[in-house]
């Protein structure tokens, strides 16, 4: 189950990657940012090695697995590290209201409460 479920996943991520398939991004739309893609490939890496430490395969197999577990589970941390995220990365810096020169207290109150319906 663990190695067909790497292959799977591990496809999935080659897809995204290479953004090939249109439905991907409807449907996986978390993979298109970094932390997303960091995740997946975490869970996935323990997917990994967890089938490598205690599947019943070959020697192969169970060395393959594990390598791929712990190098996606190093990548997956770095990933979280050094995100690029558009959505990080294309953010405008804040704004901070300068309400140093557009006065306050009495001066606002009266304008704010000009109105039709306001008798003065």
């Known amino acids: 189950m663990s ?4 292959r799977i996943f591990g496809l999935l991520l080659v897809v995204a990657e290479l953004q090939v398939w249109p439905p991907l991004e409807v449907y996986f739309g978390f993979l298109k940012l970094g932390s997303g893609r960091a995740w997946f490939l975490f869970f996935i890496s323990t997917l990994c090695l967890s089938g490598g430490l205690m599947g019943p ?18 990548l997956s941390i770095l990933g979280l590290i050094i995100r690029n995220d558009p959505s990080v990365t294309n953010r ?15 001066r606002a109150a009266p304008a704010a409460r000009s109105g ?3 008798e003065i």
């Open 57 to 74: 395969r070959g020697a192969i197999d169970r060395v393959l697995l594990t390598v791929a577990g712990i190098a996606g589970i190093v």
């Open 92 to 106: 405008q810096p804040a704004q901070i209201p300068n309400v140093l020169n557009k006065g306050g207290g009495s």
């Open 116 to 118: 039709p319906d306001v």
């Open 3 to 6: 190695l067909a479920s790497c």
